[in-house]
T-cell receptor, first 115, second 114 residues
Framework: GAGVSQSPSNKVTEKGKDVELRCDPI?????LYWYRQSLGQGLEFLIY????????KSGLPSDRFSAERTGGSVSTLTIQRTQQEDSAVYLC?????????????FGPGTRLTVT | GNSVTQMEGPVTLSEEAFLTINCTYT??????LFWYVQYPGEGLQLLLK?????DKGSNKGFEATYRKETTSFHLEKGSVQVSDSAVYFCALSGIYNQGGKLIFGQGTELSVKP
């Protein structure tokens, strides 16, 4: 079946511009996570959504970052006024439910380069 | 705070050698533990997991045992192949009141030579 998909696969943007990254989770998965993978910081949690509950935004690095999940499915991660340190691969994952024992399925990622 | 520490890479082995990648964790409560693998040019995928103390996760010849007394989850394989070359990430989740978000180690790059 279809896995987690992300778009675009690559994004190059100029410093100061806003970007939107999209994630389509596996159908039926109620939990959706965003992570960031960068050389300096490794893999970091950003935000997660579980059903209709308020999202856990504890990993967002600054108020320039925001995310929403519409209709309990597709999610968009928005970065405003991008900075060079935002350059990274942004990974989305989904799972049947949130909770430690549920496997997370990862998308291929969006590679963001801020010039 | 909650964290995962892995042995540093890169690790270079000859084919059929024995592999150990050390992983230790610090966490409150009783987390679940995972090994994820990232093959060159591919996305992260789950390799194995263990959800409680003394559980052994296994897959594709890899094994790891959840050791609460030593807070460890070391990855082992008896005979590595060239196709095992990848980056391996140890991770935990299921910390109280933190849902399923994963906390990752820094990753260990494995290179297997024929």
């Amino acid at each position: 079946g279809a896995g987690v998909s992300q778009s675009p696969s690559n994004k190059v943007t100029e410093k100061g511009k806003d970007v939107e990254l999209r994630c389509d989770p596996i159908s039926g998965h109620t939990a959706l996570y965003w992570y960031r993978q960068s050389l300096g910081q490794g893999l970091e949690f950003l935000i997660y959504f579980q059903g209709n509950s308020a999202p856990d935004k504890s990993g967002l690095p600054s108020d320039r970052f925001s995310a929403e999940r519409t209709g309990g499915s597709v999610s968009t991660l928005t970065i405003q006024r991008t900075q060079q340190e935002d350059s990274a691969v942004y990974l989305c994952a989904s799972s049947f439910q949130s909770g430690g024992s549920y496997e997370q399925y990862f998308g291929p990622g969006t590679r963001l380069t801020v010039t | 705070g909650n964290s995962v520490t892995q042995m540093e890479g890169p690790v270079t082995l000859s084919e059929e050698a024995f592999l150990t990648i050390n992983c230790t964790y610090t966490a409150t409560g009783y987390p679940s533990l995972f090994w994820y693998v990232q093959y060159p040019g591919e996305g992260l995928q789950l390799l194995l997991k263990a959800t409680k103390a003394d559980d052994k996760g296994s897959n594709k010849g890899f094994e790891a045992t959840y050791r609460k007394e030593t807070t460890s989850f070391h990855l082992e394989k008896g005979s590595v192949q060239v196709s095992d070359s990848a980056v391996y990430f140890c991770a935990l989740s299921g910390i109280y009141n933190q849902g399923g978000k994963l906390i990752f180690g820094q990753g260990t790059e494995l290179s297997v030579k024929p």
